[in-house]
């Protein structure tokens, strides 16, 4: 059993809070014990785990205070795992394209949008946040593993494209046929550049007077549903 905070396995899993070290060593970490199936169902096996005392999940035990203390979650984690990040694979339609997206909690939710409801590729594009951090994968629900997304920008993503857009767009009706549907960050939305190589752009109604416009994550849940509903009819 693990009892030393100065453990070096300890060490890995608060070096790994940051992205740079994320990406240079290519790891990431996962807290509980439906993230650590997750992985496990997508056919990946942790480089390391580090359980609470008595969890019967394998791994090496750690003393519940000093897993407590690596744990972002606070406390009440039983599994704490390290992976090697996954590689992705080429983009191909349909495709879920991200621009700016910072905040981590959205692009994981996103990620587990698309996976679920389009199996659809996710390409991020610059000033997106790190799908591997802690808040997004934990948004995803560990469709990170199945769907895992792209670092590659808007020119990998597959055409034609769509853009989502807060005011002024065509009915929803014209991401039929999309094979990429392209996303800004809330408040500055996408830029011309992106703008000018999507055929189309899209507003999706909103009912309530006053309504300013969706969160990023739901309007991603929206056009991947009507996107399915689009390939089915076809």
């Known amino acids: 059993m693990i009892e030393s905070p100065q453990n070096e396995k300890l060490k890995l899993v608060r070096r790994l809070r940051d992205r740079k070290h994320r990406e240079r060593e290519g790891l ?8 650590l199936a997750a992985g496990r169902a997508a056919g ?15 791994g090496e035990e750690v003393e519940r205070d000093l897993l407590d203390s690596v744990s972002e979650l606070g406390s009440g984690t039983r599994a704490i795992a390290v992976w090697q990040r996954p590689e992705a694979a080429p983009a191909a339609a349909p495709c879920v394209y991200l621009h700016g997206v910072g905040d981590p909690g959205n692009v994981g939710a996103v990620v587990r949008s698309a996976h679920a409801l389009l199996d ?26 199945a769907r895992t997304p792209l670092g590659a920008g808007f020119e990998a993503t597959p055409e034609p494209r769509v853009a989502l857009v807060a005011h002024g767009g065509e009915g929803i009706e014209a991401l ?28 999706i109604p909103l009912r309530a007077e006053g309504a300013e416009s969706l969160n990023v994550a739901a309007a991603a849940a929206i056009a991947c549903d009507r996107m399915r509903e689009a390939r089915s009819d076809a």
């Not at 990946?44 to 394998?58: D, I, K, N, V, Y």
């Not at 790190?130 to 469709?143: I, K």
């Not at 500055?188 to 899209?202: F, H």
Request: hydrophobic share 45%; proline share 6%; aromatic share 4%.
């Open 28 to 35: 990431f970490v996962t807290e509980g014990e439906d993230l």
């Open 44 to 58: 990946a096996e942790p480089r390391l785990l580090l359980t609470a005392p008595g969890s019967e999940l394998g």
């Open 120 to 145: 659809a590729a996710v390409v991020l594009g610059p000033g997106s946040a790190d799908p591997f951090s802690h808040r997004a994968v934990r948004a995803s629900m560990g469709s990170v593993f």
């Open 176 to 203: 039929s046929g999309a094979a990429t549907v392209c996303l800004g960050a809330e408040r500055e939305g996408l830029p011309d550049e992106v703008l000018s190589g999507c055929r189309a752009a899209v507003t």
